[in-house]
Every structure is written in C-alpha cells, then in structure tokens.
C-alpha cells in the first residue's frame, strides 16, 4: 500500500455538512493542515467528494 500526503488548500466555508464531515474524518479542517493515509478504496472515495479542497501528493 502507498501512503498518500493530504494538504487542505481551500476553505470549507459555504461548503455541505458532508463535505465538512469528510474533511474532519480525514484529519484536516484548516488550511494548510496536512494528513497522510495509506491509499483505500474508501479514502478514495473520501477524496473524490472533496478534490476541489484538498491538494494530493503520493508518497
């Protein structure tokens, strides 16, 4: 498995519940916050509903 680098780039202001929840499960909430997980199908699909936040880098 590969560990993936997470970095919260956008605001979640105005943003959905859902979209707010994924964010916080995934470890993140502020800008500039950063979390690393090993790659899954579910932190996948995590990361599909808010690609437009958050910046990706493989490990």
Same mark, same amino acid.
């Given at each position: 498995? &590969?560990? @993936?680098?997470? #970095?919260? /780039? *956008? &605001?979640?202001? =105005? %943003? &959905?519940?859902?979209?707010? =929840? #994924?964010?916080? !499960? @995934?470890?993140? =909430?502020?800008?500039? *916050? #950063? !979390?690393?997980?090993?790659? &899954?199908? %579910? @932190?996948?699909?995590?990361? *599909?509903? /808010?690609?437009?936040? /958050? *910046?990706?880098? =493989?490990?």
């Amino acid at each position: 498995m &590969s560990a @993936l680098k997470i #970095t919260q /780039v *956008r &605001s979640g202001i =105005g %943003q &959905s519940d859902r979209h707010l =929840g #994924t964010l916080r !499960a @995934l470890g993140l =909430g502020k800008i500039g *916050r #950063t !979390a690393e997980h090993n790659d &899954s199908p %579910q @932190l996948q699909g995590m990361l *599909r509903q /808010v690609r437009h936040l /958050v *910046r990706i880098d =493989g490990k």
